[in-house]
Structure formats: structure tokens, C-alpha cells
């Protein structure tokens, strides 16, 4: 059994802990409904976790809950959970050794980020940046020549895994940090850069959200704070402090929902431990990595606005997508965050670029969509969607040491929530 059959297998399997709290997630379904007005209004009034749109239909994450709330509308849908499934077994997989394979789980990232620094004295070194609310660190890897000091140096930082669900993401970055490491000596480019830049790698932001993800649920998209319904989880991605709870369409104020803000802007240690370490460097750039639909975005997110570097951003993201696009042929789309993909409040991006004003950019990492993997990247891919990845990182790295920061936009005010909800589209939660 591969790790995208016992991650659907996951999804569908009863938790039964007693007294822990633990929600239970038996006949979830992966369900589709037809694409029409009076669905898509249902989906963006119910945030429903919507995962992508094929041939007309759209296909959502059901729980028995999300289904009885679905027929009492009167909308008819068809069970879909099957047509997920893997066509077969990977003969030769890790499992064996790991839970999920070429995949880190907490753990096993923590020991690799430590490898690095123990195999790289003077290159590496690991910073815990903040805990999570179980209590699970909060890992920051630098590579940087004379890595023990604060040289004042342009700073680039890529972030992982602020969604659970999305594991590839923290492959990414980690795998960064690595090849930096690892090609220092070898390639004067890299050696220009890691002496030129202090480059940070934060692959996992949710550690609790991840390992949940891994131990019980595939599925799992927040964080682990228990809300006061009885409910868990924090959309860390939309409890930033810009443009938090701006409207209801790009975050909701609704625990059950998986784009529930929380009670305030960072009132989860994950984002209030990035918050204080992004704030303590000299970051020029930020990627924040995500999953699913081969996208690179820049702000704004919480409204389809352009914001003062927009131009700069254009010019950016076209030659990062260029370079993506030559390793493996993949297409990666561009373009504004709010208008691209959907609206967002409260996320990264948007925060980091009001607050510094560096580029702040989002990559949604492949499948383009739901049928190509979606959440469920293949082992096998990790090297792939790296590999593409790779020239566009190293481009932002010099990018970085180029333009200088210019910080906030002048007058940039943090608006309140005043505007109406707005419809999102039916596009995939991610």
C-alpha cells in the first residue's frame, strides 16, 4: 500500500480515542455537485472544502455533517470517494521505514535540519523560532557563510507547511536549504549567494496540524487549538495581522470552517512565532509554499488591488515561472493574489509586504489539479517538483541582493472589516 492509499484510507477510517476530544472523521466522502448558481452560492455561503472543478461539476470534502447540511438545501450530489483512489501499490515502498515514506514527519525533519547543521559547521544552523500550541518546535534553518553571525546581510525566507494537508511544501524548502549545503563548494553560484545573503528555510509552521494530518486524518488542513464549540483548528493562513476578518468571504469567522480566522490576528503561536522572527531580520523576500495549482502570486490577497510594487512584481514572477517552466515544462500562472486564484484575508503575503514591504510571494506547488493528485503528491514527484523549483529560489536569492528593500508603502493603512461578503469562487481551498 502507497502513502496516497493510506492517506485516502486515513480519511475514511473511524478515530476512536476515548476522552480525548478527537473529532471523528468515518464516512467522509469526497462528493461532487453540479456547477450551478445555486451551488456555487451554497459552497461560498458554507465555506465548504472545496477541492477542485472538472467537466461542470465541482468536488468537495463531506463529512456526514457537511452532506446533512448539503441535502437539506435540496442539492442532489454524487459520491466520488472511489474514483480517488490510486490505481496500485508502489512494490517498493519506504514505509517500512517511515510513516509516510520520502515525506517528513515532524520528527524525522527535525533530525535531517540537524544533520545539516552537525555536517555543516559554519554554513548551518537551526534556530528554534517559536512552539506550536502541542508544544512542537518551530524550526528555522540559516545557510550562510560565517553562519554564527549577524552580518546585516539581504535576508530570503521560505516557509512551508502552514496548511497540513500540504506536504510537499515542506519538502520544498527543506530540500533548498540542503542543496545549498551541499553545492556550496562545487558551484560558484551557490557560493555567491549563501556568502552574498542570509537564507532562511522554515519548512513546517504547523507542526500539529502536519502530524495530525499523518497520525489520523489526511485531510487535515489547520492547526490544533481547540475552539470553544467544541472543535478544533485555526486557519493559520488567514490569522495574520493585515486585513484580518476583513470580510467573510476571505476568512470566516466560524470555527467549524476550514478558513476559520481564530479570535484575533495572531492568536496562534505558529503565526505569532513568524511574525516575531520575520520582524527580528532583514528579509527582502518571503515564499510562503502551498499545494495545489501551479500558481505564483503577489499582493494583494485581501482584495483585487495592486499594490505600490506591483510592477516590480510582474517583472519577478514571469522570469521566476520562466525558469520553472524550462526544467520540466510545467506552467506555473502568475498574477495577483486576490485576483488569480481567490480572495484572502488575514494571510502571509499580505501581512509580511504591509509590514516590511519586501516581496512576498505565494507558490502554489503542482498538480494543476484534483485529478492530477491534488493534495496526494507521488514520492516520486518530491524530486521533480523541486528540481523546477530550485533555479526560480536561487533567481529570488539574487533578486533579493539587488533590490533593496523599500519598505511599507507610505500611508498604508490596515483596513477594517467594512465591506460586504463577497462571493468566493469555487476554486480548490488551499
Same mark, same amino acid.
Given at each position: 500500500m502507497n502513502i496516497n492509499q493510506i492517506a485516502l484510507a486515513t480519511a475514511l477510517i473511524l478515530l476512536t480515542v476515548p476522552g480525548s476530544g478527537v473529532q471523528s472523521f468515518d464516512k467522509t466522502e469526497i462528493i461532487s455537485l453540479p456547477k450551478t448558481a445555486a451551488v456555487l452560492e451554497a459552497a461560498a455561503r458554507l465555506h465548504l472544502d472545496l477541492l477542485s472543478e472538472r467537466d461542470g461539476r465541482i468536488f468537495v470534502v463531506a463529512p456526514p455533517d457537511i452532506r446533512r447540511i448539503i441535502e437539506a438545501e435540496g442539492l442532489a450530489y454524487l459520491l466520488e470517494t472511489e474514483r480517488f483512489a490510486p490505481a496500485a501499490a508502489e512494490a517498493d515502498s519506504p514505509l517500512l521505514s517511515s510513516p509516510i515514506g520520502d515525506y517528513h514527519t515532524h520528527q524525522e525533519l527535525e533530525d535531517d535540519l540537524y544533520a545539516l547543521e552537525a555536517g555543516y559547521p559554519g554554513l548551518a544552523k537551526?534556530?528554534?523560532?517559536?512552539? /506550536?500550541?502541542?508544544?512542537?518546535?518551530?524550526?528555522?534553518?540559516?545557510?550562510?557563510?560565517?553562519?554564527?553571525?549577524?552580518?546585516?546581510?539581504?535576508?530570503?525566507?521560505?516557509?512551508?507547511?502552514?496548511?497540513?494537508?500540504?506536504?510537499?511544501?515542506?519538502?520544498?524548502?527543506?530540500?533548498?536549504?540542503?542543496?545549498?549545503?551541499e553545492h556550496y563548494t562545487s558551484d560558484p553560484e551557490v557560493r555567491r549567494l549563501v556568502d552574498s545573503a542570509e537564507i532562511w528555510v522554515v519548512p513546517?509552521?504547523?507542526?500539529?496540524?502536519?502530524?495530525?494530518?499523518?497520525?489520523?486524518?489526511?485531510?487535515?488542513?489547520?492547526?490544533?487549538?481547540?475552539?470553544?464549540?467544541? *472543535?478544533?483548528?485555526?486557519?493559520?493562513?488567514?490569522?495574520?495581522?493585515?486585513?484580518?476578518?476583513?470580510?467573510?468571504?476571505?476568512?470566516?469567522?466560524?470555527?467549524?470552517?476550514?478558513?476559520?480566522?481564530?479570535?484575533?490576528?495572531?492568536?496562534?503561536?505558529?503565526?505569532?512565532?513568524?511574525?516575531?522572527?520575520?520582524?527580528?531580520?532583514?528579509?527582502?523576500?518571503?515564499?510562503?509554499?502551498? /499545494?495545489f495549482s501551479q500558481l505564483i502570486m503577489y499582493p494583494w490577497a485581501y482584495a483585487d488591488i495592486a499594490s505600490a510594487r506591483e510592477a516590480e512584481f510582474i517583472d519577478l514572477t514571469a522570469r521566476m515561472a520562466e525558469l520553472m517552466a524550462a526544467v520540466n515544462g510545467r506552467v506555473y500562472g502568475t498574477g495577483r493574489s486576490g485576483e488569480t486564484l481567490y480572495v484572502v484575508n488575514g494571510d502571509t503575503g499580505d501581512w509580511a509586504?504591509?509590514? *516590511?514591504?519586501?516581496?512576498?510571494?505565494?507558490?502554489?506547488?503542482?498538480?494543476?489539479? *484534483?485529478?492530477?493528485?491534488?493534495?496526494?503528491?507521488?514520492?516520486?514527484?518530491?524530486?521533480?517538483?523541486?528540481?523546477?523549483?530550485?533555479?526560480?529560489?536561487?533567481?529570488?536569492?539574487?533578486?533579493?541582493?539587488?533590490?533593496?528593500?523599500?519598505?511599507?508603502?507610505?500611508?498604508?493603512?490596515?483596513?477594517?472589516?467594512?465591506?460586504?461578503?463577497?462571493?468566493?469562487?469555487?476554486?480548490?481551498?488551499?
Amino acid at each position: 500500500m502507497n502513502i496516497n492509499q493510506i492517506a485516502l484510507a486515513t480519511a475514511l477510517i473511524l478515530l476512536t480515542v476515548p476522552g480525548s476530544g478527537v473529532q471523528s472523521f468515518d464516512k467522509t466522502e469526497i462528493i461532487s455537485l453540479p456547477k450551478t448558481a445555486a451551488v456555487l452560492e451554497a459552497a461560498a455561503r458554507l465555506h465548504l472544502d472545496l477541492l477542485s472543478e472538472r467537466d461542470g461539476r465541482i468536488f468537495v470534502v463531506a463529512p456526514p455533517d457537511i452532506r446533512r447540511i448539503i441535502e437539506a438545501e435540496g442539492l442532489a450530489y454524487l459520491l466520488e470517494t472511489e474514483r480517488f483512489a490510486p490505481a496500485a501499490a508502489e512494490a517498493d515502498s519506504p514505509l517500512l521505514s517511515s510513516p509516510i515514506g520520502d515525506y517528513h514527519t515532524h520528527q524525522e525533519l527535525e533530525d535531517d535540519l540537524y544533520a545539516l547543521e552537525a555536517g555543516y559547521p559554519g554554513l548551518a544552523k537551526v534556530v528554534t523560532i517559536g512552539y /506550536s500550541l502541542e508544544n512542537r518546535t518551530i524550526l528555522a534553518l540559516k545557510v550562510s557563510d560565517n553562519v554564527e553571525a549577524d552580518e546585516g546581510e539581504p535576508g530570503a525566507i521560505f516557509l512551508g507547511c502552514h496548511h497540513a494537508r500540504e506536504w510537499i511544501s515542506v519538502e520544498v524548502p527543506f530540500l533548498f536549504g540542503k542543496h545549498l549545503l551541499e553545492h556550496y563548494t562545487s558551484d560558484p553560484e551557490v557560493r555567491r549567494l549563501v556568502d552574498s545573503a542570509e537564507i532562511w528555510v522554515v519548512p513546517m509552521v504547523n507542526p500539529d496540524g502536519h502530524d495530525f494530518s499523518v497520525r489520523v486524518y489526511r485531510y487535515w488542513r489547520k492547526n490544533r487549538r481547540q475552539n470553544s464549540n467544541g *472543535t478544533f483548528g485555526v486557519d493559520p493562513n488567514r490569522n495574520y495581522g493585515f486585513a484580518w476578518g476583513f470580510d467573510n468571504t476571505g476568512s470566516s469567522p466560524n470555527p467549524n470552517s476550514d478558513v476559520y480566522r481564530g479570535t484575533a490576528a495572531f492568536s496562534e503561536p505558529e503565526t505569532a512565532a513568524v511574525r516575531d522572527f520575520v520582524l527580528s531580520r532583514n528579509f527582502g523576500s518571503m515564499v510562503s509554499y502551498h /499545494s495545489f495549482s501551479q500558481l505564483i502570486m503577489y499582493p494583494w490577497a485581501y482584495a483585487d488591488i495592486a499594490s505600490a510594487r506591483e510592477a516590480e512584481f510582474i517583472d519577478l514572477t514571469a522570469r521566476m515561472a520562466e525558469l520553472m517552466a524550462a526544467v520540466n515544462g510545467r506552467v506555473y500562472g502568475t498574477g495577483r493574489s486576490g485576483e488569480t486564484l481567490y480572495v484572502v484575508n488575514g494571510d502571509t503575503g499580505d501581512w509580511a509586504y504591509a509590514e *516590511t514591504g519586501m516581496a512576498s510571494l505565494c507558490i502554489e506547488l503542482p498538480p494543476l489539479e *484534483t485529478y492530477q493528485g491534488a493534495f496526494f503528491n507521488a514520492e516520486a514527484d518530491i524530486a521533480g517538483i523541486f528540481a523546477e523549483n530550485l533555479p526560480a529560489m536561487l533567481y529570488l536569492v539574487d533578486w533579493t541582493l539587488t533590490h533593496p528593500n523599500p519598505g511599507p508603502e507610505p500611508g498604508l493603512v490596515n483596513p477594517r472589516p467594512l465591506r460586504p461578503e463577497r462571493k468566493r469562487g469555487p476554486g480548490p481551498i488551499r
